[in-house]
């Protein structure tokens, strides 16, 4: 093994020249963006009005709130909660305030619990809600697998990756929002933002009873989630629908690897298992695209059993069947989207209804908490949210602050899925072989990659290294004995295959943002004078 160290030290040391001359390259582009602002009808003094049945006007909430929160999953009970814990006078206007059930957002990793620590929230992930600790990943590829542990050394025995049923998490969180009492919660379906000039003064919604009302607020905070109806005023969606999610729960079973996710690079895609309580092990079966066999007319069972079954764990496969024969099969539509914000006075997008990325990583709420601490410390100096254009270009700075650990997970995200997946393509298979066999040399080569997934160490350049590092990899176990012309050419195709996925992903997190937040002038924004 010792030539394949030898061998990639000496091309990985030619990355760094070829990574700076990419980079140069790409910011040598750039394109003017046009945004699309929707109409408005805007009465004299320049506010929404939308007349009910009778002719009259809506009633308003108005008097004494600093922040109107639209939502209250994750990302928004979350907010409502460090905001009310500073004082902030909020009102929170959520759709349904049932215990939602979702087959995703049951993963948080490390980074994300050490935010959620930050915030004063770690007790809604313990053992209330029967979350359990996770400690990495398992890794299976054609009968071998390895194990890819969590860098924890230096931290405490509580701190480790949690796993535990999304709708449990959330309603804990908004249990701990009710107890302030600073803050509104109440059910309500957010319809219209209310602007004036260019400047969002607060939101229109129906509430409870169906009756329409108003409620005004300086800051306005939109985290209404992946299906969000009010991102279109404040960013230019480009979402991305890369494949579909097939949710299973496998009861009273063990893992091969106790308090450890499980990824089987699986044919076409990948397959996952984790615990999400002391007797249930969710599976999520990855299916490319965006159509899925029939649930109704038994099609999705038939797939589970003749394509996915085979490929499954023995260890899982009898409670695997068991949970298809039960018949309790979701599915769900994966989304991707990178933020590309349009700065509006008076307003600010959150969480998935403002960055996704494919949840193959699980980084989805390690983002948003993260997005949500870095938030609440650039309002902390601010006494006094009224000056809207101010606090607008003040807030700037967040969407470059929040690149390191936003673009390392999201990068990570969707460079692996497409790696993952299977392809015909000989080079995309050399690619899934490489990162399997790097992953598993353990060191450096396990220890980086799992500490970029884990938020523990959001560095972009370390991304781009290790991903170019396994391409490196792949390249030298195919010129070892000797190259020979069909060698070299597959390596040449693994090489610009590995430039064909990461590139453009690091194009629409940013180039400068991800890797030179210092030339961005909002970087250094201080707050505005009160």
Not at 179 to 200: A, C, D, S
Not at 496 to 525: C, D, H, W
Request: glycine content about 10%; proline content about 7%.
């Amino acid at each position: 093994m010792d030539y394949q160290y030898v061998l990639g030290g000496v091309l990985v040391s030619l990355l760094g020249s070829v990574f700076f001359m990419i980079i140069n390259t790409t910011l040598s582009g750039g394109r003017k963006k046009v945004v699309e602002k929707d109409s408005r009808c805007i009465n004299g003094d320049g506010y929404v009005r939308m007349p009910s049945q009778n002719g009259s006007f809506q009633p308003e909430i108005a008097s004494g709130t600093d922040v109107v929160i639209v939502g209250a999953g994750v990302a928004g009970a979350a907010l409502a909660y460090t905001l009310g814990k500073e004082g902030r006078r909020v009102h929170v206007i959520e759709r349904d305030l049932s215990e939602p059930d979702r087959i995703v957002g049951e993963l948080l990793q490390p980074g994300g619990y050490l935010k959620l620590i930050e915030l004063g929230l770690a007790d809604c992930a313990n053992e209330s809600i029967d979350a359990q600790k996770v400690f990495g990943y398992a890794l299976y590829k054609n009968g071998n697998d390895t194990k890819l542990s969590y860098p924890l050394e230096n931290y405490t025995s509580d701190i480790a990756g949690r796993s535990f049923h999304n709708g449990r998490f959330i309603q804990r969180m908004r249990e701990r929002v009710a107890t302030l009492k600073n803050v509104t919660l109440e059910q309500g379906t957010v319809t219209t933002l209310i602007e004036e000039k260019g400047t969002v003064k607060g939101v229109m919604y129906k509430n409870r009873a169906g009756e329409e009302m108003r409620s005004y607020a300086p800051l306005t905070i939109v985290c209404d989630g992946c299906f969000s109806n009010l991102r279109r005023n404040l960013c230019t969606p480009k979402v991305d629908n890369p494949s579909c999610f097939v949710g299973l729960i496998l009861e009273n079973c063990d893992l091969p690897h106790a308090n450890h996710g499980h990824v089987i690079l699986g044919d076409p895609s990948p397959i996952l298992f984790y615990p999400i309580s002391s007797t249930e092990v969710r599976c999520l079966v990855d299916i490319p695209g965006t159509k899925v066999p029939s649930v109704a007319n038994g099609e999705m069972a038939k797939y589970l059993k003749t394509v996915v079954a085979p490929q499954v764990p023995p260890q899982l496969l009898k409670s695997f069947l068991a949970a298809v024969e039960k018949g309790n099969i979701r599915t769900m539509q994966n989304k991707s989207m990178p933020a590309t914000p349009v700065p509006t006075p008076g307003a600010i997008l959150l969480g998935d209804a403002f960055n996704m990325r494919h949840p193959l990583t699980g980084g989805g709420m390690t983002v948003a908490l993260s997005d949500i601490v870095l938030l609440r410390d650039l309002l902390r100096p601010l006494t006094d949210l009224s000056d809207a254009p101010a606090l607008c270009e003040y807030l700037e700075s967040f969407y470059t602050l929040r690149k390191p650990v936003s673009s390392t997970i999201n990068t990570l995200a969707g460079a692996l899925y497409k790696v993952f997946c299977a392809s015909p393509d000989p080079a995309r298979q050399e690619m899934r072989e490489a990162c399997f066999d790097y992953l598993s040399l353990g060191g450096i080569c396990s220890y980086g990659p799992i500490s970029l997934l884990s938020g523990l160490n959001p560095r972009p350049i370390h991304l781009f290294l290790h991903f170019f590092a396994v391409a490196v990899y792949g390249i030298g176990r195919l010129m070892i004995p000797f190259p020979t012309p069909k060698r070299v050419w597959l390596g040449t195709r693994l090489i610009l295959g590995a430039s064909g996925i990461i590139f453009p992903i690091i194009k629409g997190e940013g180039v400068r943002q991800m890797f030179f937040p210092g030339t961005i002038p909002a970087y250094y924004n201080a707050p505005p004078l009160q």
